[in-house]
T-cell receptor, first 114, second 112 residues
Framework: DADVTQTPRNRITKTGKRIMLECSQT?????MYWYRQDPGLGLRLIYY???????NKGEISDGYSVSRQAQAKFSLSLESAIPNQTALYFC?????????????FGEGSRLTVL | AQRVTQPEKLLSVFKGAPVELKCNYS??????LFWYVQYSRQRLQLLLR??SRESIKGFTADLNKGETSFHLKKPFAQEEDSAMYYC??????????????FGQGTILTVHP
């Protein structure tokens, strides 16, 4: 079954460390996204990419960077992690021509920064 | 700027009772609205979208442009409806697709 896979699923790290969260998809979608989920704040868009050569900042991109290595892969990096980046991170994909505005989400990566 | 507001963080009802999850939005154009659901230990998934005008798992949602609302309703709640619900908005068409703006989420608990 075509899917969106995130690794790692859980990670605990220390302040100042570099962290990479990876996302791969077998849906064949061009568009990929990284969202962050915090209690009481909902999901907020960090970065998005409409194709391999296209990278765009979302509403909360500070402290994050991304890399679109291929159509199927979209990685999120925290260059120097800080405690307020502790959150649940979701990768998502979409294909407007096939499914309109619907997003397909991964299972999430829980990051704890001590 | 587009904004989605879900005023209730927590909502508790008993099985068989009606349930309404509120969603209000702010958007200058013609939005496309969605409800997403996240069951325990499952990934976030689409529940329904306003353009489909369909009922999913007994839930319906009507877009009220005058009140800028998209409330989610179900006449008889079931225990398996317990989940986190997110209302989301996107500007219709083209490059806006995918850049969903989500509300803060409402945790629905249905008691037996």
């Amino acid at each position: 079954d075509a899917d969106v896979t995130q690794t790692p699923r859980n990670r605990i790290t220390k302040t100042g460390k570099r962290i990479m969260l990876e996302c791969s998809q077998t849906k064949g979608h061009d568009r990929m996204y990284w969202y962050r989920q915090d209690p009481g704040l909902g999901l907020r868009l960090i970065y998005y990419s409409f194709d391999v050569k296209d990278i765009n900042k979302g509403e909360i991109s500070d402290g994050y960077s991304v890399s679109r290595q291929a159509q199927a892969k979209f990685s999120l990096s925290l260059e120097s992690a800080i405690p307020n980046q502790t959150a649940l991170y979701f990768c998502a994909t979409s294909d407007p021509l096939l499914t309109g505005g619907e997003l397909f989400f991964g299972e999430g990566s829980r990051l704890t920064v001590l | 700027a587009q904004r989605v507001t879900q005023p209730e963080k927590l909502l508790s009802v008993f099985k068989g009772a009606p349930v309404e999850l509120k969603c209000n939005y702010s958007y200058s154009g013609s939005p496309e609205l969605f409800w997403y659901v996240q069951y325990s230990r499952q990934r976030l998934q689409l529940l329904l979208r306003h353009i489909s005008r369909e009922s999913i798992k007994g839930f319906t949602a009507d877009l009220n442009k005058g009140e800028t609302s998209f409330h989610l309703k179900k006449p008889f709640a079931q225990e398996e409806d317990s989940a986190m619900y997110y209302c989301a908005l996107v500007g219709a068409g083209g490059t806006s697709y995918g850049k969903l703006t989500f509300g803060q989420g409402t945790i629905l608990t249905v008691h037996p």
